[in-house]
């Protein structure tokens, strides 16, 4: 079993900056991909932001030069988030995949239960 716990969510005024973290925990020897997916009040749940086991990155246009996707280890990655928007406002989740593609908009395996992001304008 896989688990995936958010943190770092908060509320900031626009043009600040965020770090989440993700600490994935369980039998991880065969994840491929992590990914940070989020979801606005009223709206589907979208992708942001994907990683694979290489540190190949992959972006959603509305984030590509503000948002981040790190890792410190398999088992700890990171969304450091720059210039937040208002429209960035949602649930933040960390999600991973054991197999190929890794890419923001394909399904996910496992998923955290999300930390909240709320920026004001």
């Known amino acids: 079993q896989v688990r995936l716990v958010e943190s770092g969510g908060g509320s900031v005024q626009a043009g600040g900056s965020l770090r989440l973290s993700c600490e994935v925990s369980?039998?991880?020897?065969?994840?491929?991909?992590v990914g940070w997916f989020r979801q606005a009040p009223g709206k589907e749940r979208e992708g942001i932001a994907t990683?694979?086991?290489?540190?190949?990155t992959m972006y959603v246009d509305s984030v590509k030069g503000r948002f981040t996707i790190s890792r410190d280890s398999i088992n700890t990655v990171h969304l450091q988030m720059n210039s937040l928007k208002p429209e960035d406002t949602a649930m933040y989740y960390c999600?991973?995949?054991?197999?190929?593609?890794?890419?923001?908009?394909?399904?996910?395996?496992?998923w955290g239960k999300g930390t909240l992001v709320a920026i004001s304008s």
């Open positions: 990683m694979d086991k290489f540190d190949t």
């Open positions: 999600a991973a995949r054991e197999g190929w593609p890794c890419r923001y908009d394909v399904d996910m395996d496992y």
């Open positions: 369980g039998y991880t020897y065969n994840m491929y991909c």
